[in-house]
């Protein structure tokens, strides 16, 4: 499959490559290019410029949205939220059926359901807050999920909190209930990638791309169920006694 | 310095010497000052029009044009410039049309970001109310003869037109939800002047722009209370006229605004 990634070169980027260059053939994008070498070839894409990204898709089989902006006030929604405007533009013009998008768990599930809940699921109504990474980010979801609704494209939408390399942390050190690791956040988009569309339950759907944790309170369920995610590295150390 | 060049020199705009512009600046003084934002339409001209009769009326856009009332030019950027607009106001009256010709880009970005810009501000200047002004084509992808109220889920579309104003609704929900303002959110069928449309086939989603103006001045006076149809802090009325074809019941504005549709094309 070719695939397009945007924003490949982040936090993120170098992992889900890592995940998929075995299996697809990839193009990565971003405003900065790669720190290291690599075999892939890259475009410099400004995603919220409609005319790079639809030049980019060309070609494509599916797309996925690294790209994040959490601070500055009109680049966060010119990114966040307009770069998903373009994506999906850009999906529907180029016949690509598949846009895994991604995002902070606040994109839907915000400190109402956070400071709360337990159990949460992703498929509640969004509560994103004012909280400009949030919302921005929750926009351009909702911007995939109206697409979604008219047009013959499918977007999973991946949604993550913190990431740790289980080689890095320690027993005890405690985090934030909803955690995965790099390795295994790669698998997910091996998975989303694979998956047949059919098998979705609908064109829009939201995962928590989470390990599994201890505390309940958010849960990775139908990431396991639908996606057929086994993550494999166990991060329950993190709140065990050291 | 005089008032009118201090006020000229920051960017409002004060015309002539009439008694209706005595009115004005009267008015722009009084303690129940309200905010109109896409000044530069006739929309927020008709509006500002109704309200100052016994309010404080200022009007702002992105590009000032003279008016009988104050008018700021704004870009609603995340500035000092958009936090001074908001100091003092009661409520906004946000119209949020983007410029005319505005592409795709820049009515998201005028729906959202902007809309942002203003709210946050407003939030910080104690600002109680804000209404917002969206559209009841979010609704029309129902079965025409569904009675669709306000509590049903809006269905936009992709034209961006329809899917800015859902983005800006969906922003300004969060601040309602939050509690940090009074949403309350007007869905407008198609806005036209009844002498301008006067002898032609009548449009199933026509609301005359006067019976806006009243929808608003009900909605800047409504109680706002927990009810069965939405909490205190944020509130969907559908605003149109009301004559046999039209297509959205518009009982809930009738019982919580004392709006009263009067245009039978």
Same mark, same amino acid.
């Given at each position: ?57 060309? !070609? ?12 500055? %006030? ?8 307009? !770069? ?12 690509? %059926?598949?846009?895994?998008?991604? !995002? ?66 320690? %027993? ?30 609908? %064109? ?39 | ?12 705009? $004060? ?19 309200? &905010? ?6 006739? $929309? ?14 200022? &009007? ?114 969060? +601040?309602?939800?939050?509690?940090? &303002? ?60 009301? +004559? ?22």
């Amino acid at each position: 499959m070719k695939v397009l990634i945007i924003g490949a070169t982040g936090y993120l980027g170098p992992h889900v490559v890592k995940a998929l260059e075995d299996h697809h053939q990839l193009l990565l994008t971003d405003i900065k290019p790669p720190k290291e070498n690599t075999p892939h070839p890259f475009q410099r894409v400004d995603v919220s410029s409609m005319e790079q990204v639809q030049r980019a898709a060309e !070609g494509m089989d599916a797309i996925l949205n690294l790209s994040v902006l959490r601070e500055h %006030r009109r680049i966060a929604f010119d990114v966040n939220a307009l !770069g998903c405007y373009n994506i999906m533009r850009a999906a529907v013009d180029h016949g690509i %059926r598949r846009v895994i998008n991604t !995002g902070p768990h606040f994109t839907i599930t915000g400190p109402l359901y956070e400071g709360i809940d337990h159990g949460i699921t992703p498929d509640v109504p969004p509560h994103p807050s004012t909280i400009l990474y949030a919302l921005t980010k929750s926009l351009g979801q909702e911007i995939c999920r109206v697409f979604s609704q008219h047009h013959d494209v499918y977007v999973l939408d991946y949604l993550f909190y913190n990431f740790r390399d289980p080689k890095q942390v320690k %027993r005890g050190s405690g985090g934030v209930p909803f955690i995965v690791s790099w390795d295994d956040a790669g698998e997910a988009f091996r998975l989303g990638l694979e998956i047949e569309l059919d098998r979705l339950p609908s %064109r829009c759907e939201i995962f928590f791309i989470s390990a599994d944790m201890p505390q309940g309170k958010f849960l990775n369920e139908k990431t396991r169920r639908v996606l057929g995610f086994k993550p494999k590295d166990d991060l329950a150390f993190l709140w065990r006694r050291p | 310095m005089n008032r009118r060049h201090f006020l000229q020199g920051a960017g409002i705009l $004060l015309t002539g010497g009439s008694s209706l512009d005595r009115e004005a600046q009267a008015s722009s003084q009084n303690e129940r000052r309200i &905010l109109i934002t896409s000044g530069e339409t006739e $929309l927020a001209q008709v509006i500002a029009d109704h309200l100052g009769r016994d309010r404080g009326v200022r &009007l702002t856009g992105l590009t000032a044009v003279p008016s009988r009332f104050p008018f700021t030019a704004c870009q609603l950027d995340h500035d000092s410039a958009t936090d001074e607009l908001v100091q003092g106001v009661e409520a906004i009256v946000h119209v949020a049309d983007p410029p005319a010709g505005a592409g795709e880009r820049e009515q998201i970005d005028h729906l959202t970001r902007r809309t942002y810009n203003l709210a946050r501000a407003a939030v910080d200047a104690g600002v109680e109310r804000l209404l917002f002004l969206s559209t009841l084509e979010l609704m029309t992808g129902y079965d025409e003869d569904f009675l669709v109220s306000e509590r049903w889920r809006p269905l936009p579309t992709t034209q961006p037109s329809v899917l800015a104003r859902h983005l800006g609704e969906y922003t300004c929900r969060e +601040f309602a939800r939050e509690q940090k &303002l009074q949403v309350i959110v007007l869905r407008l069928g198609k806005v036209v002047k009844a002498a301008a449309v006067k002898g032609q086939a009548a449009d199933p989603l026509w609301v005359e722009e006067r019976e806006v103006a009243q929808a608003v001045a009900g909605a800047l006076d409504a109680k706002l209370s927990d009810h069965a149809q939405g909490v205190g802090r944020w509130r969907v009325f559908n605003v149109q006229s009301e +004559f046999p074809g039209s297509r959205f019941p518009v009982a809930n504005a009738k019982g919580a605004l004392g709006y009263r549709p009067w245009f039978k094309p």
